[in-house]
Nanobody, 114 residues
Framework: QVQLVESGGGLVQPGGSLRLSCIVS????????MSWYRQAPGKTRELVAQ????????YYIASVKGRFTIFRDNTTNTLYLQMDSLKPEDTAVYYC???????WGQGTQVTVSS
């Protein structure tokens, strides 16, 4: 059974930083394509960043490229999202997920506001 526990969200001022964590059980973060999604109020859930299961290939949506970094710790089976230079439009609930199976955790709230 796959379980995902996201944490690290909070309230931060514009320009600030947060590091999100996702403790994964039931699948290996090393051998799966892993992703971070987000859902802002009134909007559909969107893919934010992805890390491949081969090497260290990564993908970011244009709006976060250069500000966010996705990485994993294979020893603790944890996925991370380092978020720098945060903007109010980054406000959302953030979720991690493997490519397969399609399961969701409870998410972690990120609020960027002065």
């Amino acid at each position: 059974q796959v379980q995902l526990v996201e944490s690290g969200g909070g309230l931060v001022q514009p320009g600030g930083s947060l590091r999100l964590s996702c403790i994964v059980s039931g699948v290996s973060v090393r051998s799966n394509v892993m992703s971070w999604y987000r859902q802002a109020p009134g909007k559909t859930r969107e893919l934010v960043a992805q890390i491949g299961n081969v090497g260290i290939s990564t993908y970011y949506i244009a709006s976060v490229k250069g500000r966010f970094t996705i990485f994993r710790d294979n020893t603790t089976n944890t996925l991370y999202l380092q978020m720098d230079s945060l903007k109010p439009e980054d406000t959302a609930v953030y979720y991690c997920r493997p490519l397969k199976p399609i399961v969701w955790g409870q998410g972690t709230q990120v609020t960027v506001s002065s």
